[in-house]
């Protein structure tokens, strides 16, 4: 009787050891004591916070090829692990200030400004035009820009930020409580561009950002980048680009003997009316300027089917973040971007060398191809740069998986992949979730629109399938309000702040588990025979057909 109970014992355990190792099938390739030295090492004071073309950036650039050689992933730019990137960047003078009327305003307590026009400086006096939201969607039937174009033209334009509202009547208006591309500051300078304006200035609140103003004027008041234009670039730019605080709205609003609240409540209708606010804005500009090459980091593992070799799963994670900037109230200027995005470099290294772990009979049949872009706190410039300037053709590209940020605090019951919604990609996602008795954690945050503020948006744009890897929110043991805490805090406190340190305090079996999930899913999409698509009826459709008929 002991023998037949020392036999089921013995056969449970190894029955209950085959479900573990079915379910977390490549955990043991990730070593959390890797992740945490690499996202230590990348976050330390002497990166300087990895801005583009620094030298603590570059240097971080170079690391990230050195890691890659070592495991043995090949460079993807003709010998090269580098992709020059040519940018140029702009350094607004802190005693920059705004007069509207015989009020001034105070550059970063009260608004903040740099210009697109890519030199040092910049004049303007502009008559104020409140325009809604700023907003031309035909497809909604919707347009804030009514009457002539003339009417805008050399015009400084202010407009809220995000999406007009729904309403009962349309409660799926511009998505509903989810954010448009429409809604995003970028969409809005590139919209008020193209109607000739010479500025913008867009009224911030904390409630339609997701974050405090303290973001807006460290995120603005250094460096500011774009990619260099050319001689033959014919892309209309903006003078001025600017935000400015609530508060400041009111008080511009009440010298043009106008109310922000009633105007604000008209944008949000489709007869809104621009409103010419009868005062001028003088600023001059003086900029600090700089023309620079930063670096984009590629390397590719060559897929083991002779024919889908040919045919790409790209991995994205951002290595830069803000540099040297504003103090914080301890004096730190070193913003490190631990978090955002050390922690995303990372994971997409410890999977390219997981890949490398993998046995021959487990390699992915398509090629993969490891992207590290800089410039994305600017703009998703890298990014952005690489969709123009592929280094594999964006036909052959099935997919793209982007890794912001990580987890530190634990295992989770679920796990998120923003943009799975949109493509076959869908199906995949469930399909490794279900293996492991996971659940899929939905965009909890859509009003934020985070589909359209990461490196996987540019490849969505250019009709690449997408998804940004988001961790879970239910820990295990753990109540939903912590995960609700830990959102609030970073957001509050040390989103692009010098608080994004390293903590001694964070864990790392969450980040195995995220990781483990996310190369079950770019395995599963680099060996079907299918390549992913986006659903017809998503707005990166006709973007997914392009590529392929061009």
């Not at 907003?135 to 015009?155: L, T």
């Not at 079907?528 to 459709?541: G, M, V």
Request: overall charge negative; glycine content about 8%.
């Amino acid at each position: 009787m002991i023998n037949r109970i020392i036999i089921l014992i013995l056969f449970a355990a190894v029955f209950s050891n085959t479900i573990f190792s079915q379910k977390n099938t490549f955990s043991n390739l990730f070593n959390e004591q890797d992740l945490k030295s690499t996202v230590k090492f990348l976050s330390d004071d002497g990166f300087e916070g990895r801005a583009p073309g620094s030298r603590g950036g570059e240097l971080a650039a170079k690391y990230i090829a050195m890691k890659l050689q070592s495991i043995g992933v090949k460079p993807a730019n003709n010998g090269s692990y580098f992709q020059p990137v040519s940018l140029v960047a702009v350094k607004a003078n802190p005693n920059t200030a705004l007069r509207i009327g015989d009020a001034e305003y105070k550059f970063g307590d009260e608004f903040v400004a740099f210009t697109g026009a890519q030199t040092e400086s910049v004049s303007l006096d502009s008559e104020l035009v409140f325009v809604g939201y700023g907003v031309d969607a035909p497809e909604q039937k919707w347009n804030d820009f009514k009457g002539n174009k003339e009417d805008y033209r050399g015009k400084i334009l202010v407009m809220m930020v995000n999406d007009p509202p729904p309403t009962t009547e349309e409660p799926n208006l511009f998505g509903g409580k989810a954010l448009t591309y429409y809604g995003r500051w970028t969409y809005k300078f590139e919209q008020a561009a193209r109607m000739g304006a010479a500025g913008v200035i867009l009224i911030h609140t904390t409630e339609s950002a997701g974050y405090g103003w303290n973001v807006v004027r460290t995120s603005n008041g250094g460096w500011r980048f774009d990619i260099a234009r050319t001689p033959d670039d014919k892309t209309p730019f903006l003078q001025m680009r600017s935000w400015m605080t609530e508060e400041t709205a009111r008080k511009v609003f009440n010298q043009a003997g106008k109310n922000l609240d009633t105007l604000r409540d008209a944008a949000k209708r489709r007869d809104f009316q621009p409103v010419k606010l009868g005062v001028n804005a003088k600023i001059d500009i003086k900029s600090e300027f700089k023309r620079l090459d930063s670096n984009n980091v590629a390397g590719i593992w060559e897929g083991s089917d002779a024919n889908l070799k040919n045919e790409f799963v790209a991995y994205t994670a951002h290595w830069d973040h803000l540099g040297v900037g504003v103090p914080n109230d301890k004096g730190d200027t070193i913003y490190n971007g631990a978090l955002d995005n050390a922690s995303g470099v990372a994971q997409i290294l410890a999977i390219a060398e997981a890949v490398s772990k993998l046995p021959k009979t487990q390699q992915p049949k398509r090629s993969q191809i490891y992207i590290f872009t800089t410039a994305e706190e600017q703009g998703l410039l890298g990014a952005e740069w690489y969709s123009r300037k592929p280094l594999v053709p964006l036909a052959k590209t099935v997919a793209n998986l982007n890794v912001d940020g990580g987890n530190f605090y634990g295992l989770t019951k679920n796990y998120g992949a923003l943009g799975a919604e949109r493509s076959s990609l869908w199906d995949t996602v469930q399909t490794v979730l279900k293996e492991r008795d996971l659940t899929y954690l939905a965009d909890n945050h859509p009003e934020q629109g985070y589909f359209f503020r990461s490196d996987h948006f540019p490849f969505a744009k250019v009709g690449v399938p997408a998804l940004s890897i988001r961790n879970g929110d239910e820990y295990v043991g753990k109540t939903k309000e912590f995960s609700d805490a830990l959102f609030n805090e970073f957001n509050q406190k040390h989103y692009h702040q010098p608080s994004d340190e390293f903590r001694e305090d964070w864990q790392f079996d969450g980040m195995v588990q995220t990781l483990e999930i996310t190369l079950a899913i770019g395995l599963k999409i680099s060996n079907e025979p299918e390549i992913p698509r986006y659903n017809e009826t998503d707005e990166f459709s006709a973007a997914d057909k392009k590529r392929f008929n061009n």
